[in-house]
């Protein structure tokens, strides 16, 4: 396997230029901060809408499915919208779906009601990440893709992490109620959708792309298959390494995300809603690993080793980092069950940010959304089937996260080994002449 993974790969002569290129991952890291605020805002407004409509523990489990079930249908349909129509105005589309979703909840009153506003959130909040990978594969080089998804892959935890100050500044200074505090927030959708509208375009077309820079950016050696459609792009082992891949470590960030809370409160009795420093130390470690993954997975090519190495070497070493979740259990110490556990995520986040980009190191552009969107649906499957699987495991054992812990370590050196099975090089696709 070593052997395999370490062929290939030559430094290319075009030297780095230009910095226009990071004005959009700017815009696309403010995207996602918005995003993540949209999707979160719930979670957090739960207790006060669950005492005000009288929810139910299954009436707000139904509205979350909901969401994810309509989220990982939603990849299939944005990631192909997106390599139908390209990023800006497959995208712009995206924004436009999930801020209407988002402003919806504020006119929700019954169930039904807010898990129509959520598929709506779920369906458009779908077209994120297929962008993402699209518009990186556009505006940058192979070998500094994965450090540029990676800065973008940060704003997810800044996203979760601003939630609580922004309803606070609506609710409590603004003196907004929940409904007005949904639908004003979605002045931040609007906002972005125009931003992207104005700034996005392909690195040829912008006029703000110095010669030198637009080198470097399509100094890659030129794509072997031009457009690759769904029944093709099915067919591909190398498009089910990424599925499979998102399928068995997603569910890992979908954990942390709805239980981390949960599981503080009954472990440690402290509320992260209120008690933040926990939870911000916990991300901002995560923040480090996804810019950290892609730096070491891009800083690898461009030291000579080839795309498989840096690829497979860094979500190797990123599976090692979420290893410290076997101990936490096992803490009485809060503050070091919140490192060992940023550490994990740090380690989930570089492996993000390397499993996002290597889509484009094996499809061809207009190919990129539509495989992100079979991973992202993937992702979301295990994510429901690992949320059911919580539920049972905790109800078995009296609530000890031991064996969940445990799991989740094991997770990421399967998906390596299923990527090397399905995509031993990770080279290009081809298609076989007619």
């Known amino acids: 396997m070593a052997q395999a993974i370490a062929d290939g790969g030559a430094a290319s002569p075009v030297p780095r230029s230009g910095r226009y290129r990071w004005l959009i991952v700017a815009v696309l890291f403010a995207a996602t901060t918005v995003n993540y605020i949209d999707r979160t805002m719930l979670g957090l407004l739960a207790p006060t809408l669950g005492d005000e409509l009288k929810w139910t523990e299954n009436d707000y489990g139904n509205i979350v499915t909901a969401f994810q079930f309509a989220y990982a249908l939603g990849f299939l349909l944005m990631g192909w919208l997106i390599d139908r129509f390209g990023p800006k105005v497959g995208y712009a589309i995206a924004i436009g779906i999930w801020t209407v979703g988002h402003v919806a909840h504020g006119f929700a009153s019954s169930i039904v009601s807010f898990m129509l506003a959520r598929v709506i959130l779920g369906v458009g909040e779908a077209g994120h990440f297929p962008s993402v990978v699209r518009a990186s594969s556009e505006w940058f080089p192979q070998k500094e893709r994965s450090y540029a998804i990676g800065w973008v892959n940060s704003a997810t935890t800044i996203g979760v992490i601003l939630t609580a100050p922004t309803i606070a500044f609506f609710m409590r200074i603004l003196g907004f109620d929940w409904r007005e505090t949904f639908i004003y927030t979605g002045a931040f959708g609007v906002i972005l959708l125009l931003l992207w509208l104005w700034l996005y375009s392909n690195p040829r077309e912008s006029g703000k792309v110095s010669e030198a820079e637009l080198a470097w950016i399509e100094h890659d050696p030129p794509e072997k298959v031009e457009r690759l459609g769904w029944g093709a792009i099915v067919s591909k082992r190398e498009a089910w390494a990424f599925a499979v891949a998102k399928f068995l470590t997603d569910p890992v960030w979908f954990l942390m995300l709805f239980w981390l809370p949960k599981y503080f409160s009954t472990t440690y009795d402290v509320d992260l809603k209120i008690v933040l420093l ?131 370590t094991i997770v990421y050196f399967l998906a390596v080994f299923a990527v090397h099975l399905l995509s031993p090089r990770l080279a290009p696709v081809t298609v076989k002449s007619a």
Do not use: E
């Open 278 to 408: 926990p939870m911000i130390i916990m991300y901002l470690l995560s923040d480090a690993g996804s810019i950290l993954g892609g730096w070491v997975s891009s800083k690898l090519i461009q030291s000579g080793h080839s795309v498989n190495f840096a690829r497979k070497a860094t979500m190797i070493g990123a599976g090692c980092c979420v290893l410290p979740l076997l101990f936490v259990t096992g803490l009485d110490n809060m503050w070091l069950a919140v490192v060992l556990i940023g550490i994990a995520l740090a380690g989930h986040q570089a492996f993000s940010s390397t499993i996002l980009s290597i889509p484009p190191d094996m499809f061809p552009k207009r190919a990129v959304g539509s495989v992100i969107g079979l991973g992202g649906f993937a992702g979301g499957v295990g994510g429901m089937i690992m949320a059911k699987s919580t539920g049972l495991v905790l109800d078995a054992t009296g609530g000890n996260y031991t064996i969940i812990f445990a799991a989740c």
